[in-house]
C-alpha cells in the first residue's frame, strides 16, 4: 500500500469516508447463501485541483464457503467454474483479510474514518461483502455498512443510462464484452466511470470547499 498516493483532501470530499470501487461476481443473488467467488476494490484518490483517479486494485478469487450454494444459471452468466484450480482461489477468510487489510491502510492514509462503497447496483456487492464478514465473525471491516455511493443513479443522471456497458460507451469509454462480467475489469471500469462522473461536475466549476479547508487548515 503506497501511502504517498492519498491526498487527505478526500476526507473532507465525502465527509470522512473513502470511496472504494467493489464488484463481486457469485454463484447466485442471495448473498447468505449463495458463494462468493471473485471480488475486486479499486481505492480513489483526489489530486491537488480536486480530482479523482483510481489509486491502487486489490483482487482476489475466492472458493465456495462450506455448504454454499452455486446456482449453475448464475455461474454460466459469469463463466466462473468454482472448481477451477487455474483460478488460484483462496479460502474465504483469507480473501477477506488479504483485501480489507491494504484499505484500512488506505483509508488512514487518507485521514479518512471508514471506507464507503462505491457500485453498479452498489447494494448487491455491499449485501456479499457484509454477508461474507457476518459469517467469518470479521470484526475490522473498513465499510459503511449500509451506505454506498451508487453509479447507476450517477450513470442516469450523467447519461441517460443504468446498464454499466451502456453507461461506458455513452461516456466514451472503451468497453470489452470478453471480459465483462469479470470482478476486477468491472470494477476498473466502474471506477473509471465514477472519477469520470464527478470530475466532470468538478470541471463545471462546482465549489470544492474541501480543497480551500485543506489550505487552509480547517
Not at 481505492?43 to 465456495?64: C, M, N, S, V, W
Not at 488512514?108 to 461483502?129: E, T
Not at 461516456?171 to 470482478?183: E, L, R, S, V, Y
Amino acid at each position: 500500500m503506497n501511502d504517498s498516493l492519498y491526498n487527505p483532501a478526500i476526507s473532507q470530499r465525502f465527509r470522512g469516508y473513502l470511496p472504494v470501487v467493489v464488484d463481486v461476481e457469485t454463484a447466485g443473488f442471495e448473498a447468505k447463501t449463495d458463494a462468493l467467488l471473485e471480488v475486486a476494490a479499486v481505492t480513489l484518490r483526489l489530486d491537488d485541483k480536486g480530482y479523482l483517479h483510481p489509486a491502487e486494485t486489490f483482487h482476489q478469487h475466492i472458493l465456495p464457503f462450506e455448504g454454499a450454494n452455486l446456482d449453475e444459471a448464475a455461474l454460466s452468466f459469469n463463466g466462473i467454474d468454482p472448481t477451477n484450480p487455474l483460478r488460484g482461489a483462496v479460502e474465504e477468510k483469507q480473501a477477506i483479510v488479504d483485501l480489507f487489510t491494504p484499505i484500512r491502510s488506505a483509508v488512514k492514509a487518507s485521514g479518512c474514518k471508514r471506507a464507503i462503497l462505491v457500485g453498479h447496483n452498489a447494494f448487491f456487492d455491499l449485501a456479499f461483502i457484509n454477508a461474507a464478514v457476518e459469517r467469518l465473525s470479521y470484526k475490522r471491516n473498513p465499510f459503511h455498512p449500509f451506505s454506498t455511493l451508487d453509479t447507476v443513479t450517477l450513470s442516469a443522471m450523467a447519461y441517460g443510462q443504468t446498464v454499466l456497458a451502456k453507461t461506458a460507451m455513452a461516456a466514451g469509454m472503451d468497453w470489452d464484452g470478453n471480459q465483462a462480467h469479470g470482478a476486477l475489469y468491472d470494477t476498473e471500469k466502474t471506477a473509471e466511470l465514477f472519477c469520470r462522473i464527478m470530475n466532470q461536475w468538478t470541471e463545471l466549476g462546482a465549489p470544492t470547499p474541501w480543497l480551500e479547508n485543506t489550505e487552509t487548515g480547517a
